[in-house]
């Protein structure tokens, strides 16, 4: 028995368990989650993992990259179940592999066989993808939408003319670009007063100054001077010079952003558009 | 039928058989006349075998061009590298024993006339599954397409063999809220989840039935003739040209032209 049996063993006895506690049961995926997560950036997966269950009940698969030479790969395997309202439960099922060697560079051997059939299959690639390896082609080979943060880039900029190459292959999101969505809906507003804009000014993080910048040029359909100063998170923007009012309501958290993403199945072209833009006002 | 092993030191026996004879001639082909054979007036062994070898019989594959023959190189299976068919051991380096087989029959018959069945099994494939999948047609007039974000599917009902044996309804469903998604959902009947006792294992089952002289699950002589007639006739084709071997990666599943049989038809083999 491989280790794909040896998972599927695991959670048929944990659901077996699970029933025994007479509570109703929804065993309903909506969908399979890749989370491709080195590491450092496990504990962030899996606390935007925590907040996601109830809307998005799914097969998550947690891909844990690790240092080392020697093949190997481990693998666990759990069922949680979450109360959602008249006494009824939604089971969720929770996968870590662990991949060190030459496995970590086919992870598409693993993830293919634990897909629910039928299903969507989202990977949320944590970090900066390693643009020229061959985990990132294996996972956009099996996969349906691919969901990165540029603001987890160390120079977004550059990354977005790779990020560009994958759109033809995959749909792609861009939880950066989800973030400035307020601010969007703020600049709209000031249409048509806007419709010559100049430059925009954004106080930030770079990446989703750049893709805001990017959106409005390519929705504007016209050059406009982006000029950033680094902010934890959005905190302003002004337009030639004119202050736009701040959105209504907090900054969306982690699960909020990834849960909006994965109810998106088809490409979004305007947030392609904003990443084309933002790449080509990089190089320029 | 997918099996992600590959022929674990069967090379004398896979090397003359093939997935062809190893798997088509006698489990697939059994699996399609029980889905389209008509109701058996009892459950006797022979009015269940009169059924079948009725669907047997009306078999046909529209041509060469309908069946699709590969075997496997290297590749990655559940992490692990594994190497290509012709460097098993026993195995000629040279072979040219097919470890996949797609193919698209016909059942020509008042009820299944035009209805394409489309079959495929192979070695070495992304995962062990044997699920039979009965997708209805669309509706004439589908009101949801324009607004449905990805094509709107085809319902299907999925008949699941091995390894979770079971019956899956596939059915578009309308994501919650103002907006109109439709998006593909399971409605999951699971045998291990909803019955205590374990099913008997394949083989105790048939040694069971042959000791009590039942012999509605063996096939009968001339079911096996006619499922030779089909085999023999693709087999006949096969040896007039040489396949260009291997020609699909282990861990995937199988060779573009297995994709490319259904896409003729606007189709595709059900995501698994």
Redesign the interface.
Known sequence: M????DI?RSL?RQ??RQ?DDAVPEL????LTHVVWAPPRWLAKAQATLAGLHERHPARTIFLIPEQGRLDR?AASATVHDFAVGDGREVLSEVIE?R?RG??AE?P???V??L??????AYCRWRGEPPWDGSALEDIVGVCDRFVVDSAEWSRPERGYRRLMSLFDEIAVSDLAFRRTLGWRARLAELWPGIRRARELRVAGPQADAALLAGWLQSRLRREITLRSTRAARVERVTVDGLRVGRPAGGAPGGPELLSAEL????RDRVSEAAVRTAARSASA | VAESIGIERRAGFYESAGAIRDIFQNHMLQLLALIAMEPPTDFASDSVRNEKVKVLRALHTPGPKSVVRGQYGRGWVEGVEVPSYREEPGVAPDSSTDTYIAAKLYVDNWRWADTPFYLRAGKRLAKRETTIAIQFQRAPHPPFESMAEESLRPNVLLIHVQPDEGVSLAIGAKVPGAGMQIRTVHMDFLYGGSFRQGLPEAYERLILDAMLGDATLFTREDEVEEQWKLVDAIVGAWRRDTPVFPNYAAGTWGPAAADELLHRDGRSWRRH
């Open positions: 491989g280790i794909v049996a599927e048929a659901r077996a029933r065993r309903t995926s909506t790969v592999i991949l030459r496995p086919h598409a051997s693993l293919l066989p897909l629910i059939s039928d299903l969507p109810d998106v199945l088809a």
